[in-house]
Structure formats: C-alpha cells, structure tokens
C-alpha cells in the first residue's frame, strides 16, 4: 500500500532552519507530483510547495525564497528545506503525493509538527 511518512519536524527559533523528508513508498514514484501542505490550528490546510517529476517547483508566496523543495528519485524521498522561519510557520506539515495526469491529491502523510518560536 502507499505510505507517506514524514519525518524532521520539531521546535525552533525564529530565524532558524529546519530540513523536512518525506519517504514515499507503494507507488510508482516517477509518475508523480510531490508536494507539501501545512495546517496551523484552526486553519484549513494550505498549499506550501510542489515539485514535478521533472524538477519544477512551485511555492506559496508566504514561503517563496525561504524553503526549497527538492526530489531524490534514487531514494524516494522528498525534502522540505526550511529557512528563516517565523513564529506563523508553525503548523503540522503533510507529504502529500498526485498522479501527474490529475488534479485530485491522492495520498497522504500522517504529518510532522513544526514550531517556530519568537
């Protein structure tokens, strides 16, 4: 079966960096687009960036020049690089995976919380 599982998240000052990973497995990795979203409390879960399978990405303008999606199609993985963080980028962040030829996300990850203290 597809697993999404991410990993890195914790707590850090703002300014600060952190690296998230998302291990993708049970799916044809190469046939899909990657990407991650992040839910804040009491928030609904917003788009943060994607990556095709050919390497092009794309960000929310709240995260543009600060965090940096990248794919490593040896190990299946997809990092979140996290720079200058700020206290309102705390939120749980999702793995999230789509086939390239829909628009629907199909799979999930469990999520990872991050914190972002001032």
């Known amino acids: 079966q597809v697993q999404l599982v991410e990993s890195g998240g914790g707590l850090v000052q703002a300014g600060g960096s952190l690296r998230l990973s998302c291990a993708a497995s049970?799916?044809?990795?190469?046939?899909?687009?990657m990407g991650w979203f992040r839910q804040a409390p009491g928030q609904e879960r917003e788009f943060v960036a994607a990556?095709?399978?050919?390497?092009?990405?794309t960000y929310a303008d709240s995260v543009k020049g600060r965090f940096t999606i990248s794919r490593d199609y040896a190990k299946n993985t997809v990092p979140l690089q996290m720079n200058s963080l700020k206290p309102e980028d705390t939120a749980v962040y999702y793995c999230?995976?789509?086939?390239?030829?829909?628009?629907?996300?199909?799979?999930w990850g469990q999520g990872t919380q991050v914190t972002v203290s001032s």
């Open positions: 999230t995976a789509r086939d390239y030829l829909k628009r629907d996300w199909d799979y």
């Open positions: 990556i095709s399978r050919g390497g092009t990405t």
């Open positions: 049970g799916l044809p990795f190469s046939s899909y687009v």
